[in-house]
């Protein structure tokens, strides 16, 4: 996890606020660095004068790197001296053309951005059509990354700015400006009154002309929130238009770009996701059942998924080979079939905390009390606010499961306590990070995952029996985020379809997952590495995704199934809930019954995060700040 900083400004370098250069830092405390570029830009609207042909166009290029991949920290920006060219990345590329990149991938990302524009030196005058086929050589590479990332790339010989995230989002990136001259990208923003930040759309990357023609600075100055394209010198490329090249790894010293016709595509056959599979059950179709091939197949994939994630995190003197990994776990089903699956890739000497979080909820323990006086009882004054949380019973009641399925490894779960007069005290951080999604929902979910990522909690000390306060040095938390939208896990989609059938709740797939990025992802990266922790999501690999959206529906949920079983589970049939129940399969046949039954709980109701004051506020209400 890293943070990002970009800016251009025709009228002075534009450096990030103090304010907004610490949160970049608690985003990655390993190292930051600032660069400055000046380019010259020709202005059309004004006299032709020496002054006027030959402006400066100021950029600032601002990192700071939390170290995970590779033996050793590397600094960011990482700068070519020769071209001048440089790459500001966040995030982790796994794969590049479908091969694994060991080591530090933002220098592998590097190389292979390099590698597509060394024809040209920096400070040589390009052609327009020369630009055109440098955005199609810089999105090729782009396009056969496999990961989550955002990136801010320089290229010096032809004086664009490219910038973007991954294709499903999992990588915050805003930006900000003001009309006519100046422009902002950052990983997260600091609120300030006079910016406006808005989320970098994950459909498409953006393409800045800084050698482009720009309006002078007479022209009316408008604050935002402005649309990117209302600067004349960002184009915004869609996905689907680029071409890309594959790479010749038969070289260990290089990267060697093939640049013979055969061996270029467009990127949409291959890189975009596939379109959802609307595929009816075939008529014989008997339901899927233990020994069914899809869940032998979804097995291998997540399992694929997760050693891509989990293996070679670098430790430091605080994070050990035996606690580097985390898991953010409620005890459902999505986040315990993940630890289980993990259990049989690590080696049994590696512990795993499991971060369980919950929340005092004043509305809760007033209802609570009321109830209590209404039965003519006393309410209980020791009873902690805590252990009654629906998360915290079912997060037990899932870490007994894994203690029994996993014999000899250590799972050490962390009670995440947080006090109400806590969460009071840290809102209007929350509130700024998740900026600019602003609703009581986003709120909600959000503080869960704050604080969980935060990693401060009581275990069990077994040599004192009792309990201690524990701090994860984990710097990975694992998330079982987009299992829901992949599987058909959120109630709207039963209810899509008991209203509309096969076509409802495939029509409300397709929207849960085209909006992902745009409602969810950013936000959460925002609030979880806030903490200078990355999560990982396992079903959000670039495979899984696709494995899923190919399958057809009754293969992965099982809504209007008929269950000739009479309400009892029969040996490779279990009766199970009709949501995500390929998963549901999965997490039975790996020993794991009691999550494979777990029903659906929506984080901000489990850990009690939700309504915390009495009132009428729903979910959508734009917060009160």
């Not at 950029?59 to 790197?65: A, C, D, K, P, R």
Request: with cysteine; glycine share 6%.
């Amino acid at each position: 996890m890293c943070g990002i900083f970009f800016s251009c400004s025709k009228k002075y370098p534009i450096f990030p606020s103090e304010h907004l250069l610490d949160l970049l830092k608690r985003r990655g405390p390993d190292s930051v660095k600032v660069v400055q570029r000046t380019c010259r830009s020709i202005n059309s609207t004004g006299p032709v004068t020496p002054e006027n042909t030959a402006q400066p166009l100021h950029l600032v290029f601002v990192s700071t790197v939390l170290s995970l991949r590779g033996n050793a920290i590397v600094e960011q920006p990482l700068v070519d001296n020769d071209s001048g060219s440089l790459l500001c990345w966040n995030g982790e590329a796994w794969k590049l053309d479908k091969e694994p990149i060991a080591g530090n991938d933002a220098q592998a990302v590097f190389n292979a951005l390099l590698s597509t524009t060394q024809s040209s030196s920096s400070g040589q005058q390009m052609q327009p059509g020369a630009r055109e086929i440098r955005v199609q050589e810089v999105l090729g590479i782009i396009g056969i990354l496999s990961g989550p990332f955002s990136f801010v790339f320089y290229d010096a010989s032809s004086q664009q700015v490219f910038y973007g995230r991954d294709m499903i989002g999992r990588r915050s990136l805003l930006y900000s400006g003001s009309l006519p001259h100046e422009f902002i990208v950052s990983s997260t923003s600091d609120c300030s009154a006079s910016e406006n930040w808005m989320e970098v759309e994950a459909c498409s990357i953006q393409v800045i002309n800084s050698s482009a023609t720009l309006p002078s600075t007479e022209c009316s100055r408008r604050r935002a929130p402005v649309a990117v394209e209302d600067f004349p010198f960002i184009k915004t490329i869609s996905w689907s238009t680029v071409k890309r090249k594959r790479i010749d790894f038969s070289s260990s010293e290089s990267l060697k770009l093939l640049s013979s016709k055969q061996d270029t595509w467009d990127v949409g056959a291959s890189t975009h996701f596939p379109p959802i599979n609307r595929e009816i059950s075939p008529p014989a179709f008997q339901g899927l059942c233990l020994d069914s091939e899809v869940v032998n197949s979804l097995h291998e994939q997540l399992r694929a998924s997760l050693v891509l994630r989990i293996q070679g995190v670098p430790h430091s003197s605080e994070i050990t080979p035996q606690n580097h990994l985390a898991i953010l776990f409620s005890g459902g089903l999505d986040c315990t079939l993940v630890a289980r699956l993990v259990h049989d890739i690590l080696p049994l000497e590696v512990s795993i905390d499991l971060l369980n979080v919950a929340f005092e909820n004043p509305r809760v323990i007033a209802a609570a009390n009321a109830l209590a006086a209404q039965n003519e009882q006393n309410a209980d004054s020791n009873a902690s606010p805590y252990s009654k949380c629906p998360d915290r019973l079912t997060g037990f009641s899932s870490y007994a499961e894994l203690l029994n399925a996993c014999p000899g490894r250590f799972w050490r779960f962390v009670s995440v306590d947080v006090p109400y007069s806590e969460t009071l005290g840290h809102r209007s951080q929350i509130i700024s990070l998740i900026h600019p999604q602003d609703t009581e929902m986003d709120l909600s979910i959000a503080c869960a995952l704050y604080f969980a990522a935060r990693g401060i909690g009581n275990v069990y000390d077994p040599r004192k029996e009792c309990m201690k306060i524990y701090t994860t040095p984990a710097r990975v938390l694992l998330s079982g985020l987009g299992a829901d939208e992949l599987f058909g896990g959120y109630s709207r989609h039963a209810i899509a379809f008991a209203r509309k059938g096969h076509d409802g709740i495939l029509d409300e797939l397709e929207l849960d997952f085209r909006r992902l990025g745009n409602r969810n992802l950013g936000r959460d990266d925002r609030v979880i590495s806030h903490w200078g922790k990355e999560a990982r999501y396992p079903y959000l690999d670039e495979n899984v995704v696709s494995w899923a959206l190919e399958r057809p529906l009754h293969e992965k949920c099982s809504f209007g199934q008929k269950v000739s079983l009479n309400g009892t589970s029969l040996g490779n049939h279990p009766l199970l809930e009709p949501d995500k129940h390929i998963l549901r399969l999965l997490a039975w046949k790996l020993g794991m019954p009691g999550a494979a039954r777990e029903k659906k709980r929506a984080i901000q109701f489990g850990s009690r995060t939700a309504k915390m004051v009495a009132g009428r506020n729903r979910g959508t209400q734009t917060l009160d700040t």
